[in-house]
């Protein structure tokens, strides 16, 4: 490290004995430099007057090239302190993301979102399904009881989408959509939260395994609730996942499958 040298201009001798931690007055102006005029110094336990140092800029050597002896520390004027430069930590490194149209899965990945399902939730999504899926897969769902979920089913055998709040289907089921328009489904679960946390790409299941049915999908959009979640890529790595906007936080494939397909980038944030 390169040391940083000060001049004292203008300084007379101080005996320092018996006076630890003592203010001593006219120093921080004498020091010819602009660095030091938010920090305070502390050497030796002693404090140089309207000097605030934090504890990485203490310097317990500060004035080693000087006399110490007893206490007494001896600077002439126009003497020069040698003070060892602090090395800046390195700046965080700037992750960003850009929001993607959509991201489409291939019935290989699932997200899990880490939270039930809440209580009396809205829940929208904004979806076209894939051709080739198993027969019953989910759009994302959660499971309540033994036979009893909320979220989003899709029938294969009937071409029809089926919306679960909890209890029971409370939508009449919908034809598939495979191509545009897109539109929004709306769901609200029971009083009581799911048992199992809520999965998009697949069903939250209340199993040791805790997923299961995985869709290919070409999702667009999804709240529940508060939560809201946007199809977006990280920029660093170009992973696909969904941003949850009320935790903050990106979220990717919990299965370790077959990477997301991006859409059109949107923005960047």
Known sequence: MVPRKFNIVDFDGFDLAGQYGEALPGIYDKIVDAFWNCVYIMCFGLKFAGFDIAPQYM???MFSDHIMLNGIISIDQNDVITIPSIEPEPPAPVITYELLEYIES???QGINIGRKIPTSANILCMYLAKSGMSLYPWVFGAQYGA???AGLQLEISTNKSIAWNGTST???RADIRYVPPIDNLSLVTTSTESTANLWIFAL???????YSSMSKI???YCK???WTFLPCR???DGVCGLWDAYAGVFLTDSLNGDPFVAGPVLLEF
């Open 224 to 226: 529940c609730g508060a």
């Open 218 to 220: 070409r999702l667009y």
């Open 170 to 172: 409370v939508i009449t």
């Open 106 to 108: 291939n019935g290989t």
């Open 234 to 236: 990280r920029k660093s």
């Open 204 to 210: 939250g299941r209340s199993t040791e395994q805790g």
């Open 59 to 61: 310097v317990p050597e």
């Open 147 to 149: 036979n009893t979920y």
